[in-house]
């Protein structure tokens, strides 16, 4: 499956910003999809994650309440829309398809994600 992230962009903080994945190749597999982000100098770490039917979300607790993930199988696309958005959010964001399922322990580590999108800016300014 290939990932293809958008949406980025600068803006200024308490701003919003959806991000889109949109996935191609084997869409009809039932991967989850999640967001993980690289600041500059710093390691990538977990965003957001989603299963396949979008019935479990889990997110890093410094975007819970502010980002929102949610996924369109129909148009193969998974959304991150991200509100209150603070300096500190300022990375590149990338998705990744994970084929294993969703399980406590690792839906926060990229060692589950098998395929990964080429990753998208946000900047975020004060």
């Known amino acids: 499956v290939q990932l293809q992230a958008s949406g980025g962009g600068l803006v200024q903080a308490g701003d919003s910003l959806r991000l889109s994945c949109a996935a191609s190749g084997r869409t009809s597999s039932g991967y989850a999809v999640g967001w993980f982000r690289q600041a500059p100098g710093k390691e990538r770490e977990f965003v957001a994650t989603?299963?396949?039917?979008?019935?479990?979300?889990y997110y890093a607790d410094s975007v819970q309440g502010r980002f929102t993930i949610s996924r369109d199988n129909a148009r193969h696309t998974v959304y991150l829309q991200m509100n209150s958005l603070k300096p500190e959010d300022t990375a590149v964001y990338y998705c990744a398809a994970n084929p294993y399922g969703l399980t406590w322990s690792g839906y926060a580590s990229s060692d589950e994600y098998d395929y990964w999108g080429q990753g998208t800016q946000v900047t975020v300014s004060s």
């Open positions: 989603i299963s396949w039917g979008g019935g479990t979300t």
